[in-house]
């Protein structure tokens, strides 16, 4: 495994490295509002603690993994060649049908330690990370699938419509992906199809949490709805809310990004509340400031529903 970002010093730096780890300062770059990595690194990023990504030893590191992902490979012809080394398996018309956007965020989740346990005790296996985002850590013996082409991307496909062969991989990981999927039931069955019998899969799924999208954020789902996906063909093992899921965080983030939704003074105001203030919050109630000044963005954002009207075509 190697540590796939690291601190940028003056002594390190190198611009497609930069590039790839702040992608607000290459956005910049595209729009002609910085003229290079290097020039803001020593105006400004040298202050704020940037990073580089360590692009070549990530590339290096791919090539050993390159003839095990070519066997796992449907179809007879070759994909083409992602610019960082990985395999592109998304067609322009399967991206559009997928709802594949271009987008600049970067979502990176580490591993849990069970997971990284089992990754690091059998080398000889074969993990999929089925929407791996960036990658902090890239492991020889993890496929990482994406929508986006990060550096640490070995295979751009969907979820929906995965390039692999049937029972190809000993283990299958989903890291809050699957509420990010436009139809997580394809994605689903497209998991179990490539997992080897008596495989194992970890799946993190989100339920009572904010709108969140990279780019896009289509379902939550509730614990029934996390087992309706799997439990025709796979044994349920153990279905937990580890303590990074616990209520408290879902209380915390939901009050924080209400807070920061508010004018500096509605929100000192707000942030005065009690819980049982807000637990005895009536209709009478929707005039308050901390209500009403909510923009439609935030709203849905936090919203308790939705409500769609439609005509068809």
């Known amino acids: 495994m190697i ?6 010093t003056f002594e390190n730096f190198d611009e497609e490295g930069y590039l790839q780890a702040n992608p607000d300062v290459a956005a910049a770059i595209r729009e002609g509002r910085l003229v290079s990595g290097r020039y803001h690194f020593e105006i400004i990023g040298h202050t704020e603690n940037r990073r580089i990504v360590r692009v070549n030893a990530i ?25 960082s080394g990985g395999y592109n398996c998304l067609p ?27 990754i ?39 979820l929906e419509k995965m390039p692999f062969k049937d029972e190809s991989f000993d283990y299958v990981i989903s890291n809050a992906v699957l509420e990010h999927v436009r139809d997580p039931f394809a994605a689903a069955r497209e998991m179990v199809r490539v997992l080897k019998p008596g495989g194992e899969m970890f799946v993190h799924v989100p339920f009572l949490q904010p709108y969140h999208g990279y780019p896009h954020h ?36 939901f009050f924080n990004s209400w807070a920061n939704g508010l004018s500096p003074g ?38 308790s529903g939705t409500f769609l009207v439609a005509r068809k075509k």
């Open 3 to 8: 540590e796939t970002s690291l601190p940028a």
């Open 218 to 253: 289509y379902y939550n789902m509730t614990k029934d709805g996390l087992r309706s996906l799997f439990d025709r063909d796979m044994e349920v093992l153990s279905h937990t809310v580890p303590f990074y899921f616990h209520p408290v965080w879902v209380a915390s983030w």
């Open 59 to 83: 590339v290096e590191a791919r090539e050993s993994k390159l003839s095990r992902i070519v066997a796992l490979l449907q179809g007879s012809e070759m994909p083409s060649r992602l610019s």
């Open 120 to 158: 690091e005790n059998n080398e000889e296996k074969l993990f999929l990370d089925a929407g791996a985002g960036f990658r902090p850590v890239y492991y020889r013996n993890v496929v990482n699938l994406e929508i986006v082409p990060y550096v640490t991307t070995d295979v751009l496909a969907v």
């Open 92 to 118: 322009d018309d399967l991206a559009k049908i997928a709802g594949v956007v271009p987008t600049d965020s970067i979502s990176q989740h580490d591993y849990i330690d069970s997971i990284k346990g089992k």
């Open 266 to 303: 509605t929100r000192e105001s707000f942030e005065k509340l009690t819980v049982k203030e807000l637990m005895n919050f009536a209709v009478v109630d929707m005039e308050k400031p901390f209500v009403r000044e909510l923009s439609e963005g935030k709203q849905f954002e936090l919203a």
